[in-house]
């Protein structure tokens, strides 16, 4: 029991690391004194954030609108729901650290880039990889009722393949980008 205590106090201290950035001043603020990251890719920083937001909220997007066709997942078996649920899951998410990732601002402090830019590439495969099963479960769903609602059936496997598309090109395009340390 004594071990795991000293590893779980171990692991939080990990996780609020970034605290020891933060001194307070003569007025009892706090303030930021850890490094930052500045983007230096060859598109600019707006451009760059606006594909992103193309790719990874059109991606959440067509997650959420294959989720709400009418008759794709009703009464759906398991190999469907599970992977299309996590899909869900992960590509909000994707958005909310997106989100996170964009009001960072630039340069961005070196806490906000770890918890956003370095763990987006792995969310947005994660997503399009789910999105994927999604789409060949709906597949085997579709041949298992020998194509009945094959349009319902079929938009939400299009969807689902273009969302794969699009959180895969996000992910590629998150990994290209460059950002410089500064201390």
């Known amino acids: 029991p004594g071990r795991y205590r000293v590893m779980a106090d171990r692991e939080k201290k990990k996780k609020r690391a970034y605290l020891d950035d933060f001194e307070k001043d003569l007025n009892g603020n706090y303030r930021y004194r850890g490094a930052h990251y500045r983007y230096a890719g060859e598109i600019p920083r707006g451009k760059a954030l606006a594909r992103l937001w ?53 340069p961005m402090r070196a806490y906000i880039h770890e918890q956003t830019v370095q763990k987006l ?32 059936h079929g938009v939400f496997i299009l969807f689902e393949i273009a969302a794969c598309a699009a959180f895969a090109a996000a992910a590629g395009m998150v990994k290209k980008m460059s950002w410089n340390r500064e201390e």
């Not at 399009?128 to 009945?148: K, P």
Request: charged residues 5%.
């Open 54 to 106: 193309a790719l990874c909220g059109g991606g959440a997007a067509l997650t959420v609108a294959a989720g709400v066709l009418p008759g794709a997942t009703a009464r759906a078996p398991l190999y469907l729901e599970l992977p299309y649920m996590a899909a869900l899951v992960l590509a909000l998410y994707a958005v909310v650290v997106l989100v996170r990732a964009t009001r960072g601002g630039d």
């Open 121 to 152: 590439p792995s969310l947005c495969v994660a997503s399009a990889v789910l999105c994927g099963v999604a789409a060949a479960g709906q597949g085997v769903a579709l041949l298992a009722n020998e194509g009945q609602l094959l349009g319902t």
